[in-house]
């Protein structure tokens, strides 16, 4: 079955036709780094994270890339602030690396995996690579930009699609727009390509003055640079189609560039509702979540409980019901791999039930990466499993072992960390022996010595709990 993909150009699902069988190139936006990373980037990374895994999963090659914003006014304005009195060009440098090195850290801890290619918008400006520079000279050899006073214009009445992500008319556009004071633009939708150098501001050298490149350039230098004029998947925030990326599209296709085909974009991130805002004080760090819930997957069934394309809202009580259904696959997990061990790869003996599942799993990964739909096998899954697991007939032993390696599979794909969350302060084996020893005291009638076992492990993170076939356990989280 094909996968399709919905395409914010043409406002429609499409099949994914690589350019080239079995390759997929894919670029990302990724952060501007002047603060710490929320759940909000969390958002943006894990989306695109399971995409990739997913494409990878069903055999594609993927390149990735995700770009690294290292100097803008958001990053002078914080250099000027952290370092107050030093050297604004060392200043800068100083914040860029320290708020991408916090970015990375909460990326290892999210489990997103790393780009194949993490290039920064500081590496295509030097005298060595002056791939911003050439790519400008260019738009403005072929008459589609302009300098004025040590500025470099993107001409906006050069592009004749102008509007086409955005689905918006250039004429609507015009009307609402404006020159802003120190612009020096023949129109107002004209976009900067390149600033002139302002006094102790980081700067490059460039033919018409030094300065530093406007934030819609680098993603089509980068891009070009490194996964061709013709790329396959281009993806961001709906924050961000204008108008970055209808910049993008511009000014690569007034080089001549073809760019991407498909553009996914997804929903953003509300609190309680509202947007997440500092002066609210709902402004959430990966950091912040956490530290207070200790495991990413609980963030991470939340993102895929609402499909990428749609808005998600997060709430304390919707971390709760994530906590709830973690804990449920995590203890299911549990119980298969105490009763049939890891399996790495899905075993070649089962079927029936347990292979519906995970067809019905792939058809819905299939359309457009619909998470929800995908998660609610697994769930659907889980239950099953639990009805069964305490039964000896061996259909159903083979089906449960078969389930174990298939909800592994489902999880990897999904970047979940089940089995890699939970610390183990007491091993399988251990509890396995208290419980004996448990039940024989309880046979013997010795029951505050039994019950001093039940508390002893319940101090280590071990519930148990005693049911009519026996005395199962789970991991506290």
Same mark, same amino acid.
């Given at each position: 079955?094909?996968?399709?993909?919905?395409?914010?150009?043409?406002?429609?699902?499409?099949?994914?036709?690589?350019?080239?069988?079995?390759?997929?190139?894919?670029?990302?936006?990724?952060?501007?780094?002047?603060?710490?990373?929320?759940?909000?980037?969390?958002?943006?990374?894990?989306?695109?994270?399971?995409?990739?895994?997913?494409?990878?999963?069903?055999?594609?090659?993927?390149?990735?890339?995700?770009?690294?914003?290292?100097?803008?006014?958001?990053?002078?304005?914080?250099?000027?602030?952290?370092?107050?009195?030093?050297?604004?060009?060392?200043?800068?440098?100083?914040?860029?690396?320290?708020?991408?090195?916090?970015?990375?850290?909460?990326?290892?801890?999210?489990?997103?995996?790393?780009?194949?290619?993490?290039?920064?918008?500081?590496?295509?400006?030097?005298?060595?690579?002056?791939?911003?520079?050439?790519?400008?000279?260019?738009?403005?050899?072929?008459?589609?930009?302009?300098?004025?006073?040590?500025?470099?214009?993107?001409?906006?009445?050069?592009?004749?699609?102008?509007?086409?992500?955005?689905?918006?008319?250039?004429?609507?556009?015009?009307?609402?727009?404006?020159?802003?004071?120190?612009?020096?633009?023949?129109?107002?939708?004209?976009?900067?390509?390149?600033?002139?150098?302002?006094?102790?501001?980081?700067?490059?050298?460039?033919?018409?003055?030094?300065?530093?490149?406007?934030?819609?350039?680098?993603?089509?230098?980068?891009?070009?640079?490194?996964?061709?004029?013709?790329?396959?998947?281009?993806?961001?925030?709906?924050?961000?189609?204008?108008?970055?990326?209808?910049?993008?599209?511009?000014?690569?296709?007034?080089?001549?560039?073809?760019?991407?085909?498909?553009?996914?974009?997804?929903?953003?991130?509300?609190?309680?509702?509202?947007?997440?805002?500092?002066?609210?004080?709902?402004?959430?760090?990966?950091?912040?979540?956490?530290?207070?819930?200790?495991?990413?997957?609980?963030?991470?069934?939340?993102?895929?409980?609402?499909?990428? $394309?749609?808005?998600?809202?997060?709430?304390? #009580?919707?971390? *709760?019901?994530? &906590?709830?259904?973690? =804990?449920?696959? @995590?203890? +299911?997990?549990?119980?298969?791999?105490?009763?049939?061990?890891?399996?790495?790869?899905?075993?070649?003996?089962?079927?029936?039930?347990?292979?519906?599942?995970?067809?019905?799993?792939?058809?819905?990964?299939?359309?457009?990466?619909?998470?929800?739909?995908?998660?609610?096998?697994?769930?659907?899954?889980?239950?099953?499993?639990?009805?069964?697991?305490?039964?000896?007939?061996?259909?159903?032993?083979?089906?449960?072992?078969?389930?174990?390696?298939?909800?592994?599979?489902?999880?990897?794909?999904?970047?979940?960390?089940?089995?890699?969350?939970?610390?183990?302060?007491?091993?399988?084996?251990?509890?396995?022996?208290?419980?004996?020893?448990?039940?024989? $005291?309880?046979?013997?009638?010795?029951?505050? #010595?039994?019950? *001093?076992?039940? &508390?002893?492990?319940? =101090?280590?993170? @071990?519930? +148990?709990?005693?049911?009519?076939?026996?005395?199962?356990?789970?991991?506290?989280?």
């Amino acid at each position: 079955m094909p996968i399709l993909i919905y395409n914010s150009l043409t406002r429609k699902k499409e099949e994914l036709v690589p350019l080239k069988p079995q390759e997929i190139k894919m670029y990302v936006c990724g952060p501007t780094v002047y603060d710490q990373p929320h759940i909000g980037h969390a958002r943006s990374a894990y989306v695109f994270d399971v995409i990739r895994r997913y494409l990878i999963y069903k055999g594609y090659k993927v390149k990735f890339v995700r770009n690294v914003t290292d100097v803008d006014d958001k990053i002078i304005a914080k250099a000027q602030k952290e370092f107050e009195g030093e050297e604004l060009n060392a200043a800068v440098a100083k914040v860029s690396a320290k708020y991408l090195g916090l970015y990375h850290e909460d990326m290892q801890a999210l489990g997103i995996l790393d780009p194949d290619y993490e290039p920064k918008a500081t590496e295509y400006v030097s005298a060595a690579n002056p791939l911003m520079q050439k790519f400008i000279q260019l738009l403005i050899d072929k008459g589609n930009a302009y300098v004025s006073e040590g500025d470099v214009y993107f001409d906006i009445k050069k592009a004749r699609e102008y509007g086409k992500l955005s689905h918006q008319a250039l004429e609507k556009m015009e009307a609402g727009s404006r020159i802003a004071l120190g612009e020096k633009k023949r129109d107002p939708l004209d976009f900067a390509l390149w600033k002139a150098a302002k006094p102790g501001e980081p700067a490059w050298e460039s033919p018409w003055g030094k300065g530093r490149p406007g934030w819609h350039i680098e993603c089509s230098v980068m891009s070009s640079d490194i996964l061709g004029d013709e790329f396959d998947i281009h993806g961001g925030g709906l924050d961000l189609i204008f108008p970055h990326h209808e910049n993008e599209i511009a000014q690569s296709e007034g080089a001549g560039k073809k760019f991407a085909k498909y553009w996914m974009h997804h929903g953003l991130l509300t609190i309680n509702s509202q947007k997440m805002s500092k002066s609210l004080g709902n402004f959430i760090t990966v950091k912040d979540f956490l530290n207070k819930y200790k495991h990413a997957d609980l963030l991470k069934l939340l993102f895929l409980s609402t499909h990428y $394309l749609h808005p998600v809202d997060y709430t304390e #009580e919707k971390i *709760k019901e994530a &906590k709830s259904a973690y =804990e449920g696959i @995590i203890n +299911l997990i549990n119980k298969l791999d105490r009763k049939y061990g890891s399996r790495d790869k899905v075993s070649a003996g089962g079927g029936g039930a347990i292979l519906q599942y995970k067809e019905k799993f792939i058809e819905y990964m299939d359309d457009d990466f619909n998470t929800p739909r995908a998660l609610s096998v697994l769930f659907e899954m889980v239950k099953l499993c639990n009805i069964e697991i305490d039964g000896n007939n061996a259909s159903k032993a083979e089906n449960l072992n078969y389930a174990l390696s298939v909800i592994k599979e489902m999880t990897e794909i999904l970047g979940l960390n089940f089995l890699t969350d939970v610390p183990k302060e007491i091993y399988d084996n251990d509890v396995e022996f208290k419980i004996s020893t448990r039940n024989v $005291l309880k046979k013997e009638k010795k029951y505050a #010595e039994a019950d *001093k076992i039940r &508390k002893e492990l319940e =101090e280590k993170g @071990i519930i +148990l709990e005693d049911t009519k076939t026996g005395t199962t356990w789970r991991r506290k989280l």
